[in-house]
Each structure stands twice: as C-alpha cells, then as structure tokens.
C-alpha cells in the first residue's frame, strides 16, 4: 500500500464513514490524478461500504487494472491538448471540450449516484462530479493557477476556487507549513480547504538496481508522443545501459523502431511501479506533481522535463526540493540530456 499521512487518514474519516458508498472520480491529464487517488481509494475500500470509481482513457484503465474487483463507471473525456507551447492558447483551444465534459459529467454524476445509491463524492479535479444531498468533496492541489502574466493567474486561480466552493470540503495533497512541496500552488487556502499532506502509490523497499534508467512518460498529446520520439533516439545511444521505457498510453500507438537494450511496456500498476522506481538508478519523467509526491520519500535520481505550456509543471521544475539528486531539462533543450545523464548517473 502506498503512502498516506496521519492527516489524510485523520480527515477521511473524519468525512467518510462506514455508512457511505463513494463515487471517486479521478481527471485524465496524465495519469497523475488517478495514481493519487490508489491510496485513497484503499484506505475508503476498508472504511466504507462501497466505492465506486469513474474517469475515463489511461486514468480508467489504469485504475482497473489496479482494482480488478470494483465497479467501474465511464465519464466524458475532457480531451486535453497540448499543441502549443503556451499556456493560455492552449487553455483556450481545450475550453469548448472542458465545457461540454464538465455538462455531461454533472448529469452522469447524478444518474451514477441513483444507481449505486452513492452518498459522498470524491472528485480529484473534476468539478462537475458533484451532486445535492450528497458529500461533496474535491481534492487539487492547484489552489493558486500560475501564469508568467499575472492577470491570467488571477482570473483562472478565481475560476477554479468558485468551481472549489460548490463543494463542501476540498482536500489539498500538500503541507499548509514551511514543508510544503509546492507553496504557490496549494496557497492560500479556501474556506474549505483541508491539508492532508503529500500522498504516494509508493513505499520505498531496499531492492536491488535492475534499470539503469527508467522514463515514465504521461500527460496530454500531442506532447507525450512527441517526448517519447526524441527520447528513444536520444537514449538508444546509451547501447550499454538497461532501459525501461514505461509510455503510459493505452490508445496503440504506433512505437519507434527500438534500440535491443529498451525494454517497453505501456501501462504499470502500483506493486510494478513501485519496483521499477526502487529498482532504477535514475528517472526521466514530467514534472507532474503527483510523480514528485510518489518520489520525495524515494532515494531515486531524476532528470524532470516539463510539459511545454504547462505553467505548473515548469514552476514545479523550477522549484524542486531542496538537496534531492534532481536535475531539469527542458524539453526545447534535449540536446542537454545526454549529459544530464552522465552527470546523474556517476555523480558522487
């Protein structure tokens, strides 16, 4: 089982009880969202009568293949795109897709809670899934929407706590003190904001180095293809080392003609991540905030390559924790990584 802090166990259940069938629902930007919610939906499978999960793409599949033996509910896509590198543009070209999705998912939220009889939501950044006469309960770690220009920051910071207050408590995967792992983000708090501290799929375990790099690829197309492409040619070169290349799609993609040393595969679940995280000697992924939290407890050495636009990932890169074996690369300047590689993997 992954990791969760006293608080968080403290604060569901204090919201949940033995009485309740959950809905929780997990957004599919990458697979980050629904990761978080593994721990939470095991410590909910013990605590209350039911739980009920929905979401849609990778973030559904993933998490059926982590719980087999649950009800799995199917919910709109918000079809995310990333074919820009900036931020607002691509806000802008995603809205009429997140507009419809967050329609059609307050209706199929109601439909969902006859159904099962459903009396508490968990809606990790989907705010549509929320329902009358029900716990409503929203989990994000993005508070505060950073933006290089700040009136852009304020209007969409201000959009997203009004979507915050429809529901009655919102859970914050951060620390509200000094330790906090990202501080712009997660404040200031909401009204209803409780901090329940970091939470991870994954427990760090003393094994055996087995990959010499591992790349977990995630997050919105056309920009994990485009990564995953100029990653294979650049570590196909690394002849001699051990390769793990996790994609993190299942949409069957077409793959690039591979290196025999990069071993690949498309989607893991907790008990294999948590191997391959305890078992690599360096990690090359995005800087999503969900991939920090499963790392900060880990003794693993990471290369971050945030997602071009996405103003959160690149403050997270940015502002990584202080004395980690962390380094950035962006991805405009992969020409770099080759380097970082030696530096991370023979670094004393």
Not at 39 to 65: F, M, N, T, W, Y
Request: with cysteine.
């Amino acid at each position: 089982m992954g990791a969760l802090s006293a608080l968080a166990i403290e604060a569901l259940n204090r919201i949940f009880n033995s009485e309740d069938t959950v809905l929780i629902a997990p957004l599919n930007w990458g697979l980050g969202h629904a990761s978080r919610c593994i721990p939470i939906i095991q410590h909910l499978q013990e605590r209350c009568k039911r739980v009920i999960i929905a979401s849609d793409g990778e973030s559904l599949q993933l998490l059926k293949k982590e719980f087999p033996c649950l009800a799995f509910e199917s919910l709109p896509s918000y079809r995310i795109q990333y074919p820009t590198g900036s931020a607002v543009l691509n806000m802008a070209l995603n809205f009429p897709n997140i507009a419809k999705a967050y329609a059609e998912e307050k209706k199929i939220t109601g439909v969902l809670a006859k159904k099962y009889g459903v009396t508490a939501v968990l809606s990790d950044n989907r705010p549509g899934v929320l329902a009358p006469g029900l716990k409503n309960v929203y989990m994000t770690h993005q508070l505060n929407i950073l933006h290089g220009f700040r009136p852009v920051s304020i209007t969409a910071s201000w959009i997203h706590r009004y979507f915050i207050g429809k529901f009655d408590i919102c859970l914050v995967p951060d620390s509200m003190s000094g330790d906090a792992l990202a501080p712009r983000l997660s404040s200031p708090p909401t009204a209803n904001t409780v901090y329940i501290g970091p939470v991870s799929r994954i427990s760090k375990e003393g094994l055996p180095a087995v990959w010499d790099i591992t790349v977990l690829l995630s997050g919105p197309e056309p920009q994990r293809s485009i990564l995953e492409k100029k990653l294979i040619e650049i570590l196909s070169r690394f002849s001699s080392m051990n390769i793990l290349l996790v994609r993190g799609t299942v949409m069957g993609l077409p793959l690039e003609r591979l290196a025999g040393n990069i071993k690949v595969c498309d989607l893991l679940d907790s008990q294999e991540t948590g191997k391959v995280l305890n078992s690599s000697r360096l990690l090359i992924c995005r800087s999503g905030y969900s991939t920090i939290m499963d790392l900060h407890h880990l003794p693993v050495r990471a290369i971050f390559i945030p997602t071009p636009g996405q103003t959160e990932q690149e403050y997270l890169a940015e502002n990584l924790p202080g004395g980690k074996p962390y380094m950035t690369v962006l991805q405009k300047n992969l020409h770099e990584l080759p380097s970082a590689v030696q530096k991370m993997l023979y670094r004393i």
